[in-house]
């Protein structure tokens, strides 16, 4: 098992014993690779009554997936005292999703992270902008864009 592999299923393992509804909607984590996280969307679980992924599981797995990213980051960080909650979020739905999606979180700039790390140092409560884009397995158009304010708070 490399380190992505035993970091990525202990994410998986996370999610699913916290958040019991990211086993039902059977997300799975694929990757943990360069500070970019990606989460598997199964269409099954998740469909709608047109046949395409339903736009609050696209919602959910958009959270997840930062959610996870600043989980894992934290990690790196060595910083586990904090408790990590999504603030807000703004949500787009240009494209349907036919097939499985992949939720992407991609890192913010270095300046942002740093800002983000040494406010939560300060403060004991930081807060963090993330963009997380959903495509359709075997594409790279975005299905879905979000941006979320996650908060870390002791």
């Given at each position: 098992?490399?380190?992505n592999d035993s970091t990525s299923q202990?994410?998986?393992d996370v999610?699913?014993?916290d958040i019991p509804l990211t086993r039902e909607m059977g997300v799975k984590v694929i990757s943990w690779q360069n500070h970019s996280l990606r989460?598997?969307?199964p269409l099954e679980p998740n469909i709608n009554h047109k046949s395409?992924?339903?736009g609050g599981s696209l919602y959910c797995g958009a959270v997840l997936a930062g959610w996870g990213w600043l989980y894992l980051r934290l990690k790196?960080?060595?910083i586990e005292d904090g408790h990590i909650v999504i603030h807000e979020g703004q949500i787009s739905y240009?494209?349907?999703v036919k097939r499985d999606g992949v939720a992407i979180c991609d890192a913010p700039d270095d300046a942002a992270w740093d800002k983000f790390v040494k406010m939560y140092q300060r403060r004991g409560r930081a807060r963090l902008a993330l963009n997380t884009r959903i495509v359709a397995e075997c594409s790279e158009d975005s299905a879905v864009e979000f941006v979320g304010q996650?908060?870390?708070h002791r």
């Open positions: 098992m490399t380190p202990m994410l998986e999610l699913h014993q989460l598997h969307l395409t992924l339903f790196e960080a060595g240009p494209l349907p996650y908060v870390l």
